[in-house]
């Protein structure tokens, strides 16, 4: 009985040595095709995996959302913490980022800015306004630094501009001080007796310097006037 099971152990294992060599040996044959086949399946199976994702993640879209959302909301302080931490770690990396989308698609991105400003005009304006009100010492502080620093830059391009804009300027100029004259009269009067020993003492400089033209502008006037009387 011994011996009978001895030979049936190893005739198994002849059996398997021999069915394994033979496996070897049709593997060695066709490894191109064999392998060329996996990679083959492989791939179908890696697209079928990926069509599938896409399907579900359409199907799931708003469920997804969804999650997302109320994940955000629960997690709002550690989500913001993270974001500020990412966006800090890789700052220049996402502002170079940044600047190259902007670069790329600068007119999309100002045709874009464009419409959304036209569409939300007013509450723009409005939000602009409780802006300049509530930061009003700081916008203040900001534009006399800036004036400052820009002075001759500002005064040169100021000065383009009214020159190239002179009749535009004078009309306008004049329509306000037609429909503002009471007011404008009102303001001056005010002002002139404010700093009234002020432009007393202006006026003073200026006869001085100019004394001699003065002078003349007034024995023109004088002969003048006596042309008319005779």
Known sequence: IRQTIDSTAELENTIVTLATTKQQRYYSKNREGIVRKQSQYNLRQKLEIKEKQRLYDFAHKDDKK??????????????????????????????????????????????????????????IKEQQKIYNVAHKEEIKKKQSGYNLAHKEEIKKKQSGYNLAHKEEIKKKQSGYNLAHKEEIK??????????????????????????????????????????KKN
């Open 66 to 123: 969804k999650k997302q959302r109320e994940y955000d909301s629960s997690h709002k302080e550690e989500v913001q913490k993270k974001q500020s931490e990412y966006n800090l770690a890789h700052k220049k990396e996402i502002q170079k980022k940044q600047s190259e989308y902007n670069l790329a698609h600068k007119k999309e991105i100002q045709k874009k800015q464009s419409e959304y400003n036209l569409a939300h005009k007013k509450e």
């Open 186 to 227: 009102k303001k001056q009067s005010g002002y002139n007796l404010a700093h009234k020993e002020e432009i007393k003492e202006q006026q003073r400089i200026y006869n001085v310097a100019h004394k001699v033209g003065i002078a003349r502008k007034q024995k023109i006037k004088d002969r003048t006037n006596s042309k």
